[in-house]
């Protein structure tokens, strides 16, 4: 069971290391004067989701979600 728990651990760094890069290399949210005029109603804002800036999202969702369930693995005591 230590192999397991070591394994768990680096793979626990790796996602937090990842994680935190991910989060760095995001766009910040704030639409500025922009958003009043509904700018961000334009192809770009729209279509988001299919950029690289939207699969920086979802790879940070999924590593969120995995860092969770990691952390409660091994915080169990076995």
């Known amino acids: ?14 996602i937090c290391v990842v994680s935190v890069v991910l989060v760095l290399l995001q766009e910040g949210k704030s639409a500025g004067l922009g958003a009043i005029a509904g700018a961000a109603e334009s192809y770009w804002g729209k279509n988001k989701g299919r950029s690289m800036e939207g699969n ?4 940070t969702i999924v590593l ?13 005591n076995f």
Do not use: E, P, S, Y
């Not at 069971?1 to 760094?13: D, E, G, H």
């Not at 969120?64 to 169990?76: E, G």
């Open 64 to 76: 969120a979600v995995l860092f969770f369930v990691l952390a409660i693995i091994l915080n169990l």
């Open 56 to 59: 920086l999202v979802k790879g």
């Open 1 to 14: 069971m230590a192999i397991l728990r070591t394994v768990l651990m680096v793979l626990f760094v790796i």
